[in-house]
């Protein structure tokens, strides 16, 4: 008999594991395993299942502030939350999206709002305007600083890749294609729109983010689609 594809192999392959690492834990690269033993904030609808006494309540209109809320309503910023609280185990997803568990210990980061899955509620969070619009108002020129002590989850369509940015030697990503920098670093947005642009002669990458300083930024090997990039009418 051929056990190769038999129920309990199946279910032996596919379970559930528990590597005692805490709060947060990888459950293989695509579902992030939360140890919930009191309050996390989650990306509205990325539970994919829980286990335990745990409830989720949508972030209040108030829940974070007036300022936030406005900063909200003014960009179109596309982090909503949804508050976990509770004693049990909860798995988060978004559509398939590889996950990345970072922990912050008294550091900054910068994170697309869309790519943002959990965070712990001692994170400190805020809504921030790109400098430098060039003219161009879009929501994608919003994104999130993520800041303190504590666990924080992201997630890329496949895998990551991080690239060092050192003073002098800036670095050039599609906005589209880029999910998180360095606290420290102050991106410029830049356009190239020539006069071939306008015509469907331009390379189609008519505007770029421009990190310069000494850190990081972190891309993926996917352009998703947050902004509508400048054209011709």
Known sequence: MDNRYSL???????????KQEG????????MLEVHLNGTVWTKMGSMVAYLGNVTFKREGVMEHGLGKLLKKAFTGEGMSLTKAEGQGVVYLADQGKKVSILHLNGEALYVNGNDMLAFEPSIQWDIKL??????IMAG????VRVEGTGMVAITTHYDPVTIPVRQGYPVYTDPNATVAWSGNLYPELKTDVSIGTFFGRGSGESLQMMFN???????QPFEEITFQQPNAR
């Open 8 to 18: 309990n192999e199946f279910v032996q392959r596919t379970g559930q594991t528990n």
């Open 140 to 143: 994608g020129l919003f994104n």
């Open 213 to 219: 300083g000494d850190g990081f930024v972190v891309i």
């Open 130 to 135: 790109m400098k430098k619009i060039t003219g």
């Open 23 to 30: 709060l947060f834990e990888m459950e293989g690269d695509r």
